[in-house]
């Protein structure tokens, strides 16, 4: 029998006003049952220079995180660069590309998504979101950026990811938010 499919969560940054947040809800579940409610899926790299969100499996993401540091170390921590070159490991690599996993990347000025199919993406509107909420956090977030200006970008991801949480399934409340 096939084990049960992890599907979780909502991950979501903002670059705004000079701030750049990433947020995530702490949600996991298995099948039709929420396995865990806190799940962390926010870390804080290069002494907090450099702020990353996962989504899909746990430990594959671990994975890509660790290989992730590994290529900051290498490129002098340039996050972009670092991250290309992840993504061409992860495309090319027998064992990497086997990992089910998406990675939200953000330093002080940018925000990056990557993928296992070779993609390092800069998302429209400085507003990058991942998982199975991420299309209810993305729309939040584009209308208060549009029309919430006075707010701050961890603000902004606060009620993003509250409004997915309301909407989607696979998130919930339990919202860890860092900045940088």
Not at 27 to 53: E, P
Not at 139 to 146: C, F, G, H, M, V
Request: aromatic content about 4%; overall charge positive.
């Amino acid at each position: 029998m096939k084990a049960p499919k992890i599907r979780s969560t909502t991950v979501l940054a903002i670059v705004h006003n000079g701030q750049v947040a990433i947020g995530a809800d702490g949600q996991a579940t298995m099948g039709n049952y929420v396995a865990k409610s806190n799940v962390k899926k926010i870390r804080k790299l290069l002494g907090g220079k450099i702020i990353t969100g996962f989504a899909g499996s746990t430990a594959d993401a671990f994975t890509l995180l660790e290989r992730f540091e590994e290529k900051l170390g290498s490129y002098g921590g340039n996050m972009k660069r670092a991250s290309i070159e992840l993504a061409k490991d992860w495309r090319t690599d027998r064992y990497l590309r086997k990992l089910e996993a998406m990675l939200i990347v953000a330093d002080k000025e940018e925000v990056l998504i990557v993928s296992g199919t070779g993609d390092v993406l800069e998302p429209d509107h400085q507003i990058a979101a991942i998982g199975s909420g991420a299309m209810y956090a993305q729309s939040a977030a584009i209308a208060l950026k549009k029309h919430a200006t006075h707010m701050s970008a961890e603000e902004m991801v606060r009620e993003s990811l509250n409004i997915a949480a309301d909407t989607c399934i696979y998130t919930n409340h339990n919202l860890v938010i860092e900045t940088v």
